[in-house]
């Protein structure tokens, strides 16, 4: 079974600038995450899909980031523009059902590592 | 607020000796826990998890936690280390039926060290 799969591993930009992340779940997991790991921290949820449909971006800095799920499957999350603290590696899981309906683990991907300078 | 506390920054231990890992949690209701591995440049991987029943649990690579309800606390342990044990160790809880359902809150992490 394939894992899931993020594009770009690394990215460096300068402030103010923009950057777009992609992810492609596993195969039939209903519910996309995307995380924020800034060094010497654990992950932080910035949004959370189910299907193509978001249920939680309460964390999401919505004056600079965007994500979309079109379709269900993909994902891309965009920063724009970049600011320095946004330097951090960009984790997105997937599952097959969310809370109550399911007790599963969250499937990572590797990351995608952002510097900005 | 929910929380996960993981006290310790670094923990460093003699390979074949015991490891233990601690974490608690603050929460309201009965939590779902979990612990991740991470490996230098990769993603979080699923050890074990706690939902209900036998406060014992094991997972993969022998390791094994235990969930202790009365002291909030969910610590990983394995009987004897390996150097190939050296990793990032995060705990983390999900809260059933919270806002976010299905959303994991995770600690800052734990860095296990196994000398030979």
């Known amino acids: 079974e394939a894992g899931v799969a993020q594009s770009p591993r690394y990215k460096i930009i300068e402030k103010r600038q923009s950057v777009a992340f992609w992810c492609n779940p596993i195969s039939g997991h209903a519910t996309l995450y995307w995380y924020q790991q800034i060094l010497g921290q654990g992950p932080k949820l910035l949004i959370q899909?189910?299907?193509?449909?978001?249920?939680?971006d309460s964390q999401l800095p919505k004056d600079r980031f965007s994500a979309e799920r079109l379709k269900g499957v993909d994902s891309t999350l965009k920063i724009q523009p970049a600011k320095l603290e946004d330097s951090a590696v960009y984790l997105c899981a997937s599952s097959f059902l969310p809370g109550l309906a399911g007790t599963g683990e969250l499937f990572f991907g590797e990351g995608s590592r952002l510097t900005v300078l | 607020a929910q929380s996960v506390a993981q006290p310790e920054d670094q923990v460093n231990v003699a390979e074949g000796n015991p490891l233990t890992v601690k974490c608690t949690y603050s929460v309201s209701g009965n939590p779902y826990l979990f612990w991740y591995v991470q490996y230098p440049n990769r993603g979080l991987q699923f050890l074990l998890k706690y939902i209900t029943g036998d406060n014992l649990v094991k997972g993969s690579y022998g390791f094994e936690a235990e969930f202790n309800k009365s002291q909030t606390s969910f610590h990983l342990k394995k009987p004897s280390a390996l150097v190939s044990d050296s990793a990032l160790y995060f705990c983390?809880?999900?809260?059933?039926?919270?806002?976010?359902?299905?959303?994991?809150?995770f600690g800052k992490g734990t860095k296990l060290s196994v000398k030979p």
């Open positions: 899909f189910q299907n193509n449909g978001v249920v939680d």
């Open positions: 983390a809880v999900r809260v059933p039926g919270g806002g976010s359902q299905g959303n994991l809150i």
